[in-house]
C-alpha cells in the first residue's frame, strides 16, 4: 500500500492520557453507522467517558483533574 495508491497518508497522533487525534477529513464506523467529520483534526475518544462517542468531549480532564 503507498501513498500514491490511496492518496496521501493519514497522520494519528496518541495523546498520552488523552485522545487519539488524526488529521480529517474523516469517516467513522462506529455501531453499525457511518459518521463523517469535515474537521480538519478529529480527536477520538479512549478513556470511554464521552458523551458524544466516538467522538472526544474532553470528559478525560474532568477525571483527571478530580483524582489528582
Known sequence: ??????GPARR??????GP???D??????HEGETIRCDRFQVALCLCGR?????LC????RRVRRSTG
Not at 500500500?1 to 490511496?6: G, N
Not at 494519528?12 to 492520557?17: K, L, M, Q, S
Not at 468531549?57 to 478525560?60: G, K, L, N, Q, R
Open 24 to 29: 480529517g477529513p474523516i469517516e467513522i464506523e
Open 1 to 6: 500500500m503507498t501513498a500514491r495508491q490511496h
Open 50 to 54: 464521552s458523551r458524544i462517542k466516538p
Open 20 to 22: 487519539v487525534v488524526v
Open 12 to 17: 494519528v497522533r496518541i495523546v498520552r492520557g
Open 57 to 60: 468531549d474532553a470528559s478525560h
